[in-house]
């Protein structure tokens, strides 16, 4: 699974507790963060790369793009280009999204690459859900945690700001349409307030990953059950940093980061 940092590891912590038995690549190529801000055409460009590195050199089954802004650009080429499943996260988002709105009026806040590609628009239009949506980007959101400032004033008064949309839009389910958002989930329900409810994509993306697994055969033998498969974690910027952080925000899984750097 890739991301452009620390983000995807939301949807790994969701892997590795639901597959514990499943081998996990991570790549966070936070040499090359943000991917917010680029154009999707440039981070077409790294999902190919960083699949194909995925496949050739960690020989993977499976790859999921653990990235809302990569998935918009990239998801169609990778999987016709790959023949292993790929997944993606924007679809698990919105069915989670859709389950939790009981007042039929639902946000998804997500980079300036996402909301502007209109992926989140056409995945709920493609349910025919009734339902209002709000699409708000929040640039800066992705810096603040890729530098482990998840709970500052600063965030929180940058959180009033960018949020006021989706709260005038009274939203009573709220999509973190970028992985790494999750990790600022407290200053978000904190601005959002209590009625409501913040939605992330990990879990179901896990269990999306394991209707796959389990489908096609691919899944880790039962058998071994040991709950031990390996985790590896490689990124293409400072290493100690994503050891750092990484661990702080994922767990002990974050034992050591291999570096790989882009020609
Ligand atoms: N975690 C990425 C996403 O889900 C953030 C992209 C970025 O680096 O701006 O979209």
Not at 24 to 52: H, K, M, N, S
Request: charged content about 25%.
């Amino acid at each position: 699974m890739f991301d452009s940092g620390f983000g995807g590891l939301t949807v790994a912590r969701a892997l590795i507790d639901l597959l514990p038995d499943e081998d996990l690549v991570y790549f966070g190529d936070t040499g090359r963060y943000p991917y917010g801000p680029r154009p999707l055409d440039e981070v077409r460009e790294f999902a190919r790369e960083i699949t194909q590195y995925l496949i050739d050199t960690h020989n993977v089954k499976m790859v999921v793009v653990a990235c809302n802004n990569a998935s918009a650009a990239a998801l169609e080429i990778l999987r016709f280009e790959h023949d292993v499943p790929i997944v993606g996260v924007i679809d698990p988002g919105v069915r989670a999204l859709l389950a939790a709105t009981r007042n039929r009026r639902v946000g998804v806040i997500a980079t300036v690459g996402t909301v502007a590609s209109g992926a989140y628009q056409r995945a709920v239009t493609a349910t025919r859900a009734p339902v209002h949506l709000q699409c708000s980007a929040c640039p800066g959101f992705v810096e603040f945690v890729e530098r482990g400032e998840t709970d500052s004033e600063n965030v929180h008064v940058l959180a009033e700001r960018l949020l006021a949309p989706v709260r005038e839009a009274r939203v009573d389910a709220l999509l973190l349409g970028c992985t790494h958002y999750p990790f600022l989930a407290h200053t978000i329900g904190d601005v959002m307030g209590r009625d409501v409810v913040l939605v992330s994509s990990a879990d179901e993306t896990a269990f999306e990953v394991r209707s796959i697994l389990t489908e096609t055969g691919l899944g880790r033998r039962s058998g071994r059950g040991d709950g031990k498969g390996k985790h590896t974690f490689v990124s293409s910027g400072d290493v100690g940093w994503f050891k750092r952080l990484g661990g702080q925000l994922l767990g002990p899984e974050v034992e050591s980061v291999e570096s790989h750097q882009w020609d």
